[in-house]
């Protein structure tokens, strides 16, 4: 079984950079086939898509939030961050990790089928 | 970037009721690249459909999906009290990936 979960502060001042990993247990990353994703979902309002990594370290950033945003992998522990830095309370939010399966041979694209739980971030000093 | 228009905001409905979602791209896209999702209060999303009308794993016969072009629909043949929920339709792009802003099916 699959399972993603999300860890870091939950609180974040303004102008810090936020940082969040998400642990993949239960399938490898580095065995690669998905693309591992961040999604926010501001308080009250719908979900935004931030950005993915593939195993290969591969990345493809929202544009909006591409001159602040690094994601990483770490596949010896099976393991994918996400640093966005000068964060405004505009940055509040919850954060998802999810594993995307991205546009397969067939033309279908499989969609986000595993979430992490999701965990509360405020930017607040 | 292909913006994702859902409508109605709120659908209020009563269990055993058919509930019509509608989503509507600001371009026409391929249908194999249209998902849907649910999001129940203090979880994270579920995914219902993909292929604008291939149903996830598990999912009940129930939910359906269907359209075309710029115009895609989620139906909910009778609700169950599980199903009042929020709802978002997504569509896969290399960047960004992008969703509308979803519809909610609350109780009548």
């Known amino acids: 079984q699959v399972q993603l979960q999300e860890s870091g502060p939950g609180l974040v001042k303004p102008s810090q950079t936020l940082s969040l990993t998400c642990t993949v247990s239960g399938v490898s990353i580095s065995s690669g086939g998905y693309y591992w994703s961040w999604i926010r979902q501001h308080p009250g309002k719908g979900l935004e898509w931030i950005g993915y990594i593939y195993y290969s370290e591969r990345t493809h950033y929202n544009p909006s939030l591409q001159s602040r945003l690094s994601i990483s992998v770490d596949t010896s522990k099976n393991q994918f961050s996400l640093k966005l830095s000068s964060v405004t309370a505009a940055d509040t939010a919850v954060y998802y990790c999810?594993?995307?399966?991205?546009?397969?041979?067939?033309?279908?694209?499989?969609?986000?089928?595993?979430w992490g739980q999701g965990t509360t971030v405020t930017v607040s000093s | 970037e292909i913006v994702l228009t859902q409508s109605p905001g709120t659908l209020s409905l009563s269990p055993g009721e058919r509930a019509t979602l509608s989503c509507k791209t600001s371009q026409s896209v391929s249908s194999s690249s249209l998902v849907w999702y649910q999001q129940k209060p203090g979880q994270a999303p579920r995914l219902l459909i993909y292929?604008?009308?291939i149903r996830a794993t598990g999912i009940p016969d129930r939910f359906s999906g269907s359209g075309s072009g710029t115009d895609f629909t989620l139906t909910i043949s009778r609700l169950e009290p599980e199903d009042f929920a929020l709802y978002y339709c997504q569509h896969y792009a290399n960047s960004p990936r992008t969703f509308g802003g979803g519809t909610k099916v609350e109780i009548k």
């Open positions: 999810a594993r995307d399966r991205g546009l397969l041979r067939d033309g279908y694209y499989y969609g986000m089928d595993v």
């Open positions: 292929g604008a009308s």
